[in-house]
């Protein structure tokens, strides 16, 4: 049976996922998925092809992601755990010894043939803003868990990480203590790391931190050479921590980095590209290139083709040009 949290408690849960840089009618403020006393109920997912219905269970030998694995060794060590799993779930359920061995194995199952609808509907998932914690010694939890690993409870993403990566959250994620700790550790080392870089940078230079707010910042016309450290700090922390215009706060933290990484030179026609872009002194034309409007030289596809092109000594005067107008703007 599925433990409560005044049950038993073990390592692997379902848990609400909730992004708090993603609005859900406030509930995000409170870290909440769902208004309390709100449960999401779900019956296990099937397929049918050719009148046939298949359940998804994690425990089907002939489900396309096992016929269609390239490495034999693989497939066959793959058909092997689900016989076993199978075998000990129906010596559980339903006193039904089997031989994993036997070539007329799935003719003797008894409860877990794959289009079994009269077991399968009965397994259904509730769950709510409290964590619904799964024993697997419990047969119909370890069922469960072999069925959210087979992606067959939509509303349940099979990890943290996949929650995350996710373009529609979902409401809930199946977590396993080690692993989830892992994966929300990897991004609590990769913004200290940014924050880190920060400070030195607040500390030490000055300059290279507004080519960097200039070149991760959407709104990076916001920034002059007048511009207090103090915002551009507070900015760029607010950046790396998700809370700026990028929202995503791996993609933030490492954005920083990416920059904070590169030459003085790269950053700084990066800078000038992105502002050049915005007052439109350079423009994308129906042709798919970035054109430079007074001279009407073709300067590339996208930026990194544009900033290769300006870096080239035969461009210089239009980087000069560039240069020279974002600059004007810069230090008024």
């Known amino acids: 049976m599925v433990q409560t949290s005044e049950n038993k408690r073990t390592s692997i849960s379902i848990k609400p996922y909730f992004d708090n840089s993603v609005s859900n009618m406030g509930l995000e403020a409170y870290g909440l998925s769902l208004f309390d006393g709100v449960t999401h109920t779900e019956q296990l997912a099937c397929i049918e092809k050719n009148g046939v219905v298949q359940y998804l269970t994690g425990l089907n030998e002939f489900s396309p992601e096992v016929r269609l694995m390239k490495n034999p060794e693989e497939r066959d060590a793959k058909i092997k755990e689900i016989r076993v799993a199978i075998a000990e779930l129906e010596k559980e359920l339903a006193a039904n010894v089997l031989d994993i061995e036997d070539v007329h194995f799935w003719n003797n199952v008894k409860l877990l043939k794959p289009d079994n609808a009269d077991f399968w509907n009965k397994i259904t998932l509730a769950c709510g803003n409290e964590p619904v914690y799964l024993d697997p010694k419990d047969p119909f939890d370890r069922i469960k868990l072999y069925a959210i690993e087979a992606g067959g409870f939509s509303i349940v993403a099979r990890s ?105 030179e790269t950053l700084k026609i990066k800078a000038i590209v992105k502002d050049s872009v915005f007052f439109k002194y350079i423009i994308n034309k129906t042709d798919g290139h970035i054109h430079h409007v007074k001279s009407g030289s073709t300067m590339g596809r996208n930026v990194s083709e544009v900033i290769e092109f300006l870096k080239n000594p035969l461009n210089e005067d239009i980087l000069k040009d560039l240069n020279n107008r974002v600059e004007k703007i810069w230090n008024s």
């Open 160 to 264: 943290y990480d996949e929650a995350r990566s996710k373009a529609t959250p979902p409401k809930f994620y199946l977590d396993k203590a080690q692993q989830t700790a892992s994966t929300r550790t990897e991004y609590k080392k990769l913004k200290n790391k940014a924050l880190s870089e920060l400070q030195k940078l607040f500390e030490k230079n000055s300059t290279k931190l507004f080519y960097i707010a200039k070149a991760v910042d959407v709104a990076s016309v916001q920034y002059k050479k007048h511009t207090p450290n103090d915002v551009i700090y507070d900015n760029m922390d607010r950046h790396i921590n998700g809370e700026g215009t990028e929202g995503n706060r791996e993609r933030a933290a490492q954005g920083f980095l990416d920059a904070a990484n590169m030459d003085m």
